[in-house]
Structures are given as C-alpha cells and as structure tokens.
C-alpha cells in the first residue's frame, strides 16, 4: 500500500524567511499530489495540487515541486509571515477507483515573529 | 467557511454508548468523505459516498456505519464506543471526482468517558 512521509517534527522558521516542507511517498507514482492546511481545531483547508506532468506550481507566495523521480514533493512558503503557522498535510489520491486517499500526518510550521 | 457543516460540534458520551454524527455537504457536492483524527494517527480515512452509494471504505471498523441520504447529507455511526474512539471527526465533500478539491468541516469532537 502507498505510504506518505512528512517530518512529523515541527519546524520553526523566521518571520520573512522562506519555509520547505517535505512530502515523500513510496509504492506507486501518483497522477497527483495535494496540499491542505490546517489550523488547531479547525478542519484541513485545500491549498494547491500539482500533477506528474508539472514540476512546479505557484499560488501567491506557495510554491511546490513534484520530483516523481525522487518520489518527492516540496511545499514552500516564501517571505513567511506568522499567520502561516499551522499544519501542512500533504495528499496522495487512490491507486484505483475504490482505493483510498491518503493523508500524511503533516508538519507543524511555527513562523517566528 | 467551507460550506460543509457537521453536527455537534462537541458530543461527550461514555463507554459502551452509541452516537450520530452529522454532515451536510457543500451545495452541489456529491461525494462524502469522513475522516477520523487522533493526536498520534494523523487524519485516517473511513469511508466515502457518492450520490447515495458507498464508493470506498478506509480502516473502518466494524463497530462504525455511515450512510449517505437522498438529499446528500450522511451520518456516522459509532456503537459500543470505546475510550480509543475519542478523537475529531471530519467530513469533507467534493464535486465527486476524488481528483478534486475536498472541502472539510470542522469537525465533531467525540469525547468518551
């Protein structure tokens, strides 16, 4: 079954600086790859997904990768602002129709002030 | 605000008890999605519907039942709760292909005395 790694540590940044999470994922090579939000308490906000045909896209300041090769994708936030604190999960979708979506566990982003 | 709304917000129940979650999907949505999240497991996938079937099941247990009605809304059943049932659970909803966006609520937090 696929499997999704995010680095479960949390990652303390500087206001203005940019911000590099990492989604791995092992077993099979998705036709996408998606990126939520979330905030404590609240549930997962959609914020961009990116197909194996494009090796970036960009939305305001986020920008993300997918490395099929390396089996990878990067999400960055540029000039980072506390507000951007929160949870990022990343998506894969199911191998076949009846299959499930699967999310990583996410990385909490603390923007330093 | 998603569009999606869940029903309580907060339930507190006790062991060996059975509970109803709600969920009224944005307008248009076809697909439910409902999501388990603990502290230590992440978000896990427990079922979806479309259109009033049952599309694909997660780690559902056995103890858990969901259904989608014909005016779209679902619920989510949970008997002989357990102490390891606590935790938030999500609905989400998308247009119907798994491709798309999922738009989440904020969740029925379950607390088992």
């Known amino acids: 079954s696929q499997k999704i790694e995010q680095n479960s540590e949390a990652l303390n940044i500087q206001e203005g600086k940019t911000a590099t999470l990492t989604c791995n994922y092992t077993?099979?090579?998705?036709?996408?790859l998606q990126w939520y939000r979330q905030d404590p308490g609240r549930g997962p906000v959609f914020l961009l997904l990116i197909r194996e045909n494009e090796k970036e896209k960009r939305k305001e300041r986020l920008k993300v990768t997918f490395d099929t090769t390396l089996k990878q994708s990067l999400f960055h936030i540029t000039a980072s602002q506390p507000a951007d604190s929160a949870t990022y999960l990343c998506a894969l979708p199911p191998m076949n129709r009846d299959d499930k979506i699967i999310f990583g566990k996410g990385t909490r982003l603390h923007i330093l002030p | 605000d998603s569009g999606v709304t869940q029903t309580p917000k907060h339930l507190i129940t006790a062991t060996g008890q059975r509970v109803t979650l709600r969920c009224s999907p944005r307008?248009?949505?076809?697909?439910v999605y409902w999501y388990q999240q603990s502290l230590d497991q992440g978000l896990q996938f427990l079922i979806q519907y479309y259109n009033g079937e049952e599309r694909a099941k997660g780690n559902i247990l056995e103890r858990f039942s969901a259904q989608q009605f014909p005016d779209l809304h679902s619920e989510l059943n949970l008997s002989s709760l357990e102490l390891g049932d606590s935790a938030l659970y999500f609905c989400?909803?998308?247009?119907?292909?798994?491709?798309?966006?999922?738009?989440f609520g904020d969740g029925t937090r379950l607390s088992i005395l």
């Open positions: 307008s248009g949505d076809l697909s």
């Open positions: 077993n099979y090579s998705p036709a996408y």
């Open positions: 989400a909803s998308s247009p119907g292909q798994v491709s798309q966006p999922q738009h």
